[in-house]
């Protein structure tokens, strides 16, 4: 394999790659799976492009079910599309079959690889630098949403069991509080008190849907920004990426996550507290671009609980990071020994501060759907 660290000749043969092989990148964005996009010159003096990943199956133990996943969703995403005069080669990733009708190959060292096709003139982001582009954001996201609406999430299974399943979260952290295994617990007492006031909202959205008043739905569970290809030349977002957590769920978490990262005025691991807190001008753009797209396929209560989901996965985030720091440091990668209390604090401000701006935050919901 050398430099390359794939095997040409088994990827190009499992996945009937036509052409010449012409050159390799490998992409470093990603923080699971390994990536590299294959150029190959056809016949006619084109060049096509693949994208060849070596699936982690530490992360993702049953390739099999994330596969099928991850197909139904982006067969479903082309019919869409199709039906609306899109572009499914560019709007919806595609997937490659192997010659036994898998999504995957295995090779002789039991390692997993897929291959989609590349699209091109596209960009990522990794930063929010204005308004329009996470209104853009929010505009993608709620396109994803929209055209999934009528998938039946019941058949897709979960990679990565109760992901969101905030009271489950809660139990996790009581757990890391009474075991202790850093010795650090009195170095939190106060955020553990700060989260065991906090205990209901961990369960308010896990009741709704137990009383059928939030419909499960497909969920992607990681709107970063850098999971969306935007177009170069309109600057739209037209497709989402990164399907591997993918998951039956409710889509108030993906819209809370996107408001819990991008929307914050700090960074994740900023120590000034006095620089976090909840920008609702960005508040404001992603749930227009959002709404402005997904309005009509999500009910009232999803509508209404749009801003609490917000808070709600801020809190399961520091919630998390609160719980690793207590455990040791055994999930979350780490810089220094008080970067998870640095995290979790930073999260638990930002909750704070959506406390004080959530009617706000709701008066800007509901003009966003009208």
Known sequence: MGEQQFDLAFVQRQFDLPGTFQSSETLNNGHINTTFVLDFQTADGAVQSYVVQKINTYVFKDPDTLMKNIVGVTSFLRREIEKSGGD?????????????????????????????????????????????????????????????????????????????NTYSRFLDFEKAVRDNLSGR???????????????????????????????????????????????????????????????????????????????NTASEDEKDLSKVSLSLPLYKAYVEGYLGVAKDSLTAREIEYLPFSAKLMTLECGMRFLTDFLNGDTYFKTEYPEHNLVRCRTQFKLVEDMEKKMAEMQSLTTEAAK
């Not at 170095?187 to 369960?203: G, H, K, W």
């Open 88 to 164: 499914p080669e560019r709007e919806t990733l595609t997937f490659l079959p192997c010659a036994n009708g898998k999504y995957y190959a295995k090779d002789e060292n039991g390692a997993c690889w897929r291959c989609y096709r590349h699209i091109g003139e596209v960009y990522t982001c990794n930063i929010i630098d204005s308004e329009e582009v996470f209104k853009n954001a929010g505009a993608a996201f709620g396109s994803f949403q929209k055209m999934l609406a009528d998938y039946p999430s019941e058949t897709l299974k979960e990679t990565i069991p109760n992901f969101h």
């Open 185 to 263: 617990r009195d170095q939190v007492e106060a955020e553990i008190e700060f989260l065991r006031a906090r205990e209901a909202d961990t369960r308010v959205l896990l009741d709704l849907m137990d009383k059928g008043e939030l419909p499960l739905r497909v969920t992607h569970n990681d709107t970063k920004l850098n999971n969306i290809l935007f177009d170069n030349k309109t600057n739209h977002g037209i497709c989402i990426i990164d399907l591997d957590t993918v998951m039956p769920g409710l889509a108030l978490y993906d819209f809370g996550d996107s408001i819990r990262f991008g929307a």
